[in-house]
């Protein structure tokens, strides 16, 4: 009886409020994207992993359409990401490094819905998408795109390249309470699976031997804090909720780590979960065809009735849960990665079927997916009918893809350091595979892969302050490749900052023998050799290294310096200056121009810089120290004194 009284209230409740409230247009329902990073579609219990708890995904997936079978064609971020806000393929859409930014003919999913009077915003879990920096373009169309601030406050990496998904969410939570107005497109991006593998407690002690695991489960949590939030203000019924893995994680598997490099299942199969808007019949269904990243946007044009451009590689997923889903033509799901080519290895180019894989490497790969869903047992043979036509689909693909960018984004030494932080290589000066002649003479990253895993733990290492830990595994790379450019790099850099500076040159000296058009690599040689009182050496590695990237201020201030040891003030008031073309307004650029002149007697000109800098810079004992020499160069020993005392009284200050 109490129960069909609750059920009475609640159907009368529920008329009463339909009667109330107009109707909603259906036209342009809200529109929720999470991208959950570095998921793995067999890591989610409605994905059938009985080992993790994942409520908020499952419970999507019981209201929604569960796709089984979804692929990424990119295992990289930048690159993945912008697919599926394209719905372009990465050589079609061109991001397929970081900073490359995303070109202005190809219209993002925000724009389109902007253009249909949506409310904008995206919400980003981590550096890598920061449209400042390491994503340009990326924000297009949107009213608010959540970065990060340029000059973090912390040091820790929470805030300063990553964000927790409840962060995330809750900055998301905040933006729709301050914009009620609808229609909604908001996009948020859950970073916590990504490694390191560091979730917070209570998931770093449930999944304590499974820390990956433990990011998932915490990630379904911020979700489901998403989720709750959408239901309190009766906008979950309503709207079109997308969920979809980025890229996944190697775990192991072909011997990866992690992501980026190899275009195996383990990395392109991804969960993706569509709640449709207002639906109540087609919950809880499961497709099982294959399906691609890139259909997401088309689907979501096609639902919210909105017209999509011209060019797509993907196409509506709609068929798949309107119609029989076996009467839809089965949809190629291609792969590309050039993340091997900032290591010097062959770019890899794979396409899929429902049930063969072909991996276009020095090495090419073909996998029956039926009998060998791990992709173990290699049948590679290049006579093979499927490999013709499968190779034949990938000659198609690349016929069709529109020449490269002429420029490629330029990556600064801050965001160099982000990526580090978040272990990608930051060397964005080796190529594309565009511009590589022949892809198919670097080496298979198939024999690299240990080295490659070896180099991510060595930047996460580094990045936790764990010098020794990072140095072990560097030492370990030299041992497979005594000539790895990457390794002899970072092993360089990292023994310059712990003073070991005779080791620092000797591997960076190896590393430049190797690659010549290194600059970084030169800079850090020449801080080096400086160390070491080589000031001949360091003079020639800071020449190298700017003529390979004259923008670098840091350097031509050290070249400066280092000319002035030489005993050579006028070329060392050519690289202060040449500093201050960069940074107008550096008190070390200018004190060094200042000290130039003074070397070369030409006191008058030295004494009037320092006299008008020295109103602003009152406290810099330095600076009247210079001063001090200049007046005694110009006989006014008076002032030279007194310019002396006040250097003395501020050093003694200090
Ligand atoms: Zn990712």
Redo the contacts with the bound molecule.
């Keep these: 009886m109490k129960v069909l009284r609750a059920l009475l209230i609640c159907s009368l409740t529920a008329a009463l409020s339909a009667a109330l409230s107009p109707p909603k247009k259906a036209a342009h329902p809200d529109i929720f994207l999470v ?1 959950i ?2 998921l793995r579609a067999d890591h989610v219990h409605c994905y059938g992993y009985r080992s993790i708890q994942t409520p908020a995904l499952d419970g999507l997936a019981q209201d929604g359409i569960r796709f089984t079978q979804a692929f990424t064609p990119s ?4 690159t ?2 912008t697919t599926i806000l394209t719905g372009l393929l990465p050589s079609s859409h061109g991001v397929t490094d970081f900073a490359v930014p995303l070109a202005s003919t190809h219209p993002t999913w925000a724009e389109l819905l902007h253009a249909h009077a949506y409310h904008t915003a995206a919400f980003i879990g ?1 550096v ?1 998408l920061d449209s400042k920096t390491l994503a340009p373009g990326l924000n297009r169309g949107f009213d608010f795109y959540d970065n990060f601030p340029e000059h973090a406050q912390t040091k820790s990496r929470w805030g300063r390249v990553e964000r927790r998904g409840m962060d995330v969410v809750l900055r998301a939570e905040a933006w729709l309470s301050a914009h009620p107005q609808e229609p909604h497109f908001v996009w948020l991006h859950l ?1 916590d699976p ?1 490694d390191p593998y560091e979730p917070p407690a209570p998931y770093s002690q449930i999944y304590q031997d499974r820390l990956y695991d433990g990011e998932i489960a915490y990630a379904d949590s911020a979700l489901a804090n998403f989720i709750g939030y959408l239901k309190k203000h009766g906008e979950y019924e309503n709207s079109l909720i997308v969920v979809v893995g ?2 996944g994680e190697g775990l192991g598997e072909h011997h990866e780590d992690t ?1 980026g490099i190899f275009l195996y299942d383990s990395t392109t199969h991804v969960p993706l979960i569509l709640k449709l808007p207002g639906e109540t019949a087609r919950k809880g269904k499961v497709v099982e065809a294959q399906v691609r990243t890139t259909d997401i946007l088309p689907t979501v044009l096609d639902l919210a009735r909105v017209t999509a451009p011209r060019k797509l590689d993907g196409e509506s997923l709609r068929p798949y849960f309107t119609r029989n889903d076996t009467d839809a033509a089965e949809r190629i799901a291609f792969g590309e990665t050039d993340y091997p080519l900032r290591f010097g290895w062959a770019p890899l180019r794979s396409v899929r079927t429902q049930g063969r894989k072909f991996i276009e490497a020095p090495r090419p790969e073909l996998y029956d997916l039926h009998a060998d869903a791990a992709e173990l047992n290699n049948q590679y043979e290049p006579w093979n009918r499927q490999v013709k036509n499968l190779r034949g689909m990938l000659a198609e693909l690349r016929a069709k893809a529109p020449p490269p960018a002429p420029s490629q984004g330029v990556v600064g030494q801050g965001t160099i350091d982000e990526l580090k932080a978040l272990g990608y290589l930051g060397k964005a000066d080796v190529g594309s595979a565009t511009n590589v002649p022949q892809p198919s003479l670097l080496p298979d990253p198939k024999d690299k892969i240990e080295e490659q895993n070896l180099l991510h733990l060595a930047m996460i290492a580094s990045e936790g302050d764990r010098a020794a830990d990072a140095r072990r595994s560097l030492e370990k790379v030299l041992q497979l490749d005594p000539k790895s450019p990457t390794a002899l790099r970072q092993l360089g850099e990292l023994e310059l900052r712990a003073g070991d500076y005779v080791n620092s040159a000797q591997h960076l000296k190896v590393a430049l023998e190797v690659r010549p058009d290194d600059a970084t690599a030169a800079f850090y040689e020449g801080q080096a050799l400086e160390k070491t009182h080589d000031l001949p050496g360091a003079r020639d590695a800071l020449e190298a290294s700017l003529k390979l990237m004259p923008g670098q201020f840091e350097a031509r201030l050290l070249l400066g310096q280092i000319y002035l040891g030489l005993k050579n003030p006028h070329a060392a008031e050519d690289q202060f200056e040449a500093a201050l073309l960069l940074q107008s307004n550096s008190i070390e650029g200018q004190l060094g121009v200042a000290k130039a002149q003074v070397a070369e007697g030409n006191f008058n000109q030295a004494a009037q810089q320092l006299e008008s800098l020295s109103k602003s810079q009152s406290t810099n004992a330095a600076l009247f120290e210079l001063l001090a020499q200049a007046y005694t160069g110009l006989g006014k020993n008076v002032e030279a004194e007194k310019a002396e005392t006040r250097a003395k009284l501020l050093q003694s200050q200090k």
């Design positions: 991208t990073d570095t295992p990289i971020t930048n993945s990401h981590a890598i970073y990504h980025d890229h992501h």
